[in-house]
């Protein structure tokens, strides 16, 4: 039997969360609010963040 490792944010990624509370979460694991801000881009960038608009996931696109 293949045992896991234990992964703590196991139970946020696979549930849907609101905008806020993403910005919560990251917000309270950063020490800034530009690291904070970094954090959100690259989630957003490389896709590993995507937004629900009626019922269908759609990708972030960021520019400066």
Do not use: C, W
């Not at 801000?37 to 400066?64: M, P």
Request: hydrophobic fraction near 40%.
């Amino acid at each position: 039997m293949k045992v896991k490792a234990f992964n703590p944010y196991r139970k946020f990624n696979r549930t849907h969360r609101s905008l806020g509370e993403l910005v919560a979460a990251v917000g309270t694991a950063t020490e800034d609010s530009r690291e904070a801000v970094a954090t959100l881009i690259d989630l957003f960038q490389t896709g590993r963040v995507q937004v629900g608009e009626r019922g269908h996931l759609k990708r972030v696109r960021v520019s400066a």
